[in-house]
């Protein structure tokens, strides 16, 4: 039994047709990257639209996210703390620690975020980040949608490569594991920003840790290496001790010094405490997942491209 094609083509044509069909031709896998190119351009618009709610989390808004920071299982910190965009605008902290006397008539040591019109602006440098490298994205998805060329599967590539480096920059600042912010002995606070200023024998570190606001205290003395001990007090805290004084609290940093505005310094005490930031967590988890996505578009388009490992 034989097989006719009708209407009848020329036997160069009929061969062509024959391979594409058995995708012995590249004709099949063509149409297909042209097919891919274009549902990338539906996925970067569902992109920009989850870019945009990531940014709309980030932005200032006229109520801003009032945390509450509270020591665990000891009253050595509470208070609130306001968050706008990327900037605190409000906060009063009370301390109860050995090494920071309250002032007298008062049963805990206060630092307060001025108010004052020209007190210096307390902006935490991961948010910055974040909402810089959020921007970026949107700005390369609008030049891949508007002004490149979206048939072209390298340039494509190369633009998923890039917003897939800026999501999961940003995704890694709000989790704490990023170069953006520095050391607390690194980045010592104006102390102009708390009135009254902040003593010179308390670091104040506020920083984010898995989408929450991480405040951290340390009060500070001068490191004499003369006075030092094998067992990483001073003779003086071992003589407090021996008379009947309370005990330095241990904590990790209790063997180390560092350099703090230009001193070496020992941290007598130190408090940690995290506040959860609904905003932030929803735009972590919402960066989880357009990283994900974008994952998926690079590996398809490698794919059919013929790179993938």
Partial sequence: MSTAVWP???SEQLLKEEAASQGCAPL????ELEWLLAQLQESLHALKAGLEECAALLAPNENGSTLVLTSVRSESLKGLVTRIGTRIVKGNIKLRLSSLPPPRGSNSYELTISSAPQAPILVIEQLTSVRNLINDCLDVVDVTTWTGDAKNANFIAGQLQLLYDNIQEARQALRGYSDVQRPWWENPIDEQIFDPPLPPNVSFHLSIFDAALLLEI????IHNAAEESHSGFSIRDRLAVALGGVRP?????ADRTFKYRGQEVRVKEKIRVESQDPALISAMAK???LEHNVALSRKALNIVMGKDE
């Fill in 8 to 10: 009848p083509i020329s």
């Fill in 28 to 31: 099949p896998l063509a149409r």
């Fill in 218 to 221: 340390r009060t500070l003395e």
């Fill in 249 to 253: 609290p241990v904590h990790d940093e």
């Fill in 287 to 289: 960066l989880n997942a």
